[in-house]
């Protein structure tokens, strides 16, 4: 049973996110970048599947500039048997994301594809179910919980007021929730080892995939800025303000 992993490369979770002054993006020179946490499940998951014996190879993919060759190594260090980067410097949006990965799936006939439910920068979403509907393969998405037996995936999916389980054929796509792990960190010898572990290169190009972006960015800008609060001593002058000031009464 192989799992496939699609790890992505964001500007870290910790980090102040700060707007372009010309408004057309983010900064991202000179900004701390790691995995996105979504798909650090991913591979965690991954990795407990193998451990319990219904998996027996794991391999991560990212797409996107060199250094998402980092990433790879990430994941490889935490346990991720090889790697696979498609290196380009166009901006991929997640049907471009979605399309790399079905020609990739072709190729690598993983049983199960397991992605973040959603990338912390772009917060599309997208991905997995855009992969899922081009494969024609079922989708678990926002999944807390997977299991694999008999050529099946039972996900536990987190939905608006509870929880949803369902049953898969395989190969399928999972998308990972936040309650589904917590991603393990690398040990210093994993990290010696995964040095050594491969990572095949290619492009969009020689895919023969078209990544052109679909959507234009118009405009990126901060959110409006909060203005500070002020306290009241008494009911009567808290209804006097939501009156006369802040006119919602
Ligand atoms: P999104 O649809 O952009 O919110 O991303 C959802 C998931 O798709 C991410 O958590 C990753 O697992 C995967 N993904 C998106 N973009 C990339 C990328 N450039 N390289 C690898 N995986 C990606």
């Known amino acids: 049973m192989k799992i496939l992993v699609a790890v992505k490369r964001v500007i870290d979770y910790n980090v102040k996110i700060r707007v372009k002054t010309d408004e057309t993006g983010v900064e991202t020179a000179n900004v701390k970048m790691s995995m996105n946490p979504f798909d650090e499940i991913a591979v965690e998951e991954a990795l407990r599947l ?4 219904a998996a027996t190879e794991i391999v991560v993919v990212s797409m996107g500039v060199q250094q998402c060759q980092e990433t790879i190594r990430t994941a490889l260090a935490m346990g991720a048997d090889r790697g696979i980067h498609v290196k380009t410097d166009s901006e991929l949006q997640p049907l471009a994301v979605a399309k790399l990965l079905a020609r990739i799936i072709e ?4 049983d199960v ?4 439910k959603q990338a912390i920068d772009d917060d599309a979403s997208q991905t997995g179910q855009m992969l899922a509907g081009l494969l024609n393969w079922p989708q678990g998405t926002f999944a807390s919980k997977l299991d694999l037996a ?3 995936a039972t996900v536990t999916r987190e939905v608006d007021g509870g929880l949803e389980t369902v049953l898969l054929g395989l190969p399928a796509i999972v998308t990972t929730d936040l309650r589904l792990n917590e991603p393990r960190y690398a040990s210093l010898p994993n990290i010696m080892k995964a040095r050594k572990k491969p990572i095949e290169e290619l492009t969009p190009e020689e895919m023969g ?3 052109a972006p679909r959507l234009t960015t118009l405009k990126v800008t901060e959110p409006p800025q909060r203005t500070a609060g002020v306290k009241v001593e008494t009911v ?3 209804v006097d303000k939501l009156k006369t000031e802040a006119g919602v009464i």
């Open 209 to 211: 995939v078209d990544v």
């Open 107 to 110: 190729n690598e006939m993983p």
């Open 236 to 238: 009567a002058e808290l």
């Open 50 to 53: 193998r451990e319990k014996g």
């Open 113 to 116: 594809v397991i992605l973040g």
């Open 150 to 152: 008999d050529g099946k």
